[in-house]
């Protein structure tokens, strides 16, 4: 197989660069870091929720607050006219009026006791969704400063072999570099591999199934084949 030395050379290098970046993905602060973020989002979307409820509670509220006024009016009114008439008819539908305005104000205060518990709550809630917001934004701080410093550290090795790749690149033919690039992008390392000689002209791939009879002569004739179970490019020396 042409150039199969700068490949493998390639190959060598690019999964040393793989670790390394794996190292920063997979370190514990990566992690956190996701868990800080995921929890502030949460914590910032109770504070809008309970801060949507407490809009709802004040515009409770006022009009709660119109309509006992007007009741009070009402019932002024009713008692007045209850006085200064004389006509014992109108004084017992005034005085059913108001009783129908007493009982509209008790049903007022009964919800009024209701929404006082639902207050308490919004607004317990609408603190502890501040107070969690911003502990995981100061640990959210903290976490993304100590992976940055370490993303910063690695960062001269990671230059150092990306700047190696680059090197060697023009050695190896595109298509080649684009089968590689295809294979590793599903997350198979190593993407070229050596045919294990099985005996009796049998061949397997590092996958561990066996080649085909279709691969195996490829693999013969042109000394390189692909897997048609993992897609690997099987080399043989
Ligand atoms: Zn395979």
């Known amino acids: 197989m042409e150039n199969l030395e700068k490949l493998l050379e390639y190959q060598k290098?690019?999964?040393?660069?793989r670790?390394?970046?794996?190292?920063?993905?997979?370190?514990?602060?990566?992690?956190?870091?996701?868990?800080?973020?995921t929890e502030f989002n949460n914590a910032k979307a109770t504070v809008t929720e309970t801060e949507k409820a407490a809009e709802n509670i004040v515009t409770f509220y006022n009009n709660a607050l119109s309509f006992f006024e007007e009741c009070v009016k009402r019932i002024d009114e009713?008692?007045?006219k209850i006085k200064t008439t004389d006509d014992l008819e109108k004084q017992r539908e005034f005085v059913a009026q108001l009783e129908k305005v007493r009982e509209k104000l008790y049903d007022l205060e009964k919800r009024l006791s209701e929404?006082?518990?639902?207050?308490?709550?919004v607004i317990l809630a609408y603190l502890d969704g501040q107070e969690r917001g911003k502990k995981m934004r100061n640990l959210f701080n903290t976490v993304k400063e100590r992976l940055n410093k370490f993303?910063?550290?690695?960062?001269?090795q990671i230059k150092s072999l990306k700047a190696k790749l680059d090197a060697i690149k023009p050695s190896i033919p595109a298509a080649v570099l684009e089968q590689y690039a295809?294979?590793?992008?599903?997350?198979?390392?190593p993407a070229f591999v050596e045919a294990?000689?099985?005996?009796?002209?049998h061949y397997r791939c590092f996958c561990g199934l066996e080649l085909s009879q279709k691969a195996t002569s490829e693999l013969v004739d042109k000394g390189?084949?692909?897997c048609e179970t993992c897609r690997r490019l099987v080399y043989k020396k």
């Open 13 to 17: 290098i690019d999964i040393e660069l």
């Open 78 to 80: 009713l008692s007045e």
């Open 182 to 189: 295809a294979i590793t992008a599903e997350g198979k390392y």
């Open 224 to 226: 390189q084949c692909r």
């Open 196 to 201: 294990i000689d099985a005996g009796k002209n």
């Open 19 to 37: 670790k390394v970046l794996d190292e920063i993905e997979r370190s514990d602060d990566s992690k956190k870091l996701e868990q800080a973020r």
């Open 151 to 156: 993303k910063t550290e690695k960062e001269p």
């Open 115 to 121: 929404r006082n518990d639902k207050t308490d709550k």
